[in-house]
């Protein structure tokens, strides 16, 4: 069973840092875009991102949790899920605070009324996600600590 949870716990953390990669790939072309094109995109290509991306950081959470429980007696591998876990709670929080209400206001956005301030917002949406690839790395990265530190 641990070892399922092990895997379970690193894939979906390796998916979710996958898709923060994503993010910081997109800030390039997407800040070479003028407004009505940028808004084309970005509505039309993150359109699944949040329910999608959402469930699967839930279930790294979960499967990161119970990681960290069932090598509790072990020296290391508890402590490396946990903050894990507690990167991706941050993850999680940075998107609920102040990614989702940048990503609602552009959904309402329309390409003939664009806001004078929506390339600060764009930039700000970005810098976040970059904030979250590199949590997404540490935990991870931490997961992966934890399985080598099983040995």
């Known amino acids: 069973m641990n070892r399922l949870v092990e895997f379970l716990?690193?894939?979906l953390l390796g998916l979710v840092t996958g898709v923060s990669f994503s993010h910081v790939l997109q800030r390039g072309p997407k800040a070479s875009l003028a407004g009505a094109q940028f808004l084309a995109v970005h509505q039309v290509l993150l359109?699944?991102?949040g329910p999608v991306i959402g469930a699967l950081e839930v279930a790294a959470l979960l499967s990161t949790l119970a990681m960290a429980t069932l090598a509790w007696r072990e020296p290391v591998v508890p402590f490396l899920a946990m903050l894990a876990c507690g990167c991706?709670?941050?993850m999680v929080i940075i998107w609920a605070a102040w990614i989702n209400p940048i990503n609602k206001l552009v959904n309402s956005w329309a390409p003939e009324r664009l806001p004078a301030n929506w390339t600060d917002l764009r930039d700000r949406w970005h810098s976040l996600h970059m904030v979250r690839l590199a949590l997404s790395v540490i935990a991870f990265s931490a997961a992966i600590g934890?399985?080598?530190a099983q040995g």
């Open 9 to 11: 716990s690193i894939f």
């Open 88 to 90: 991706v709670v941050l």
């Open 146 to 148: 934890g399985v080598f």
């Open 47 to 49: 359109r699944n991102y």
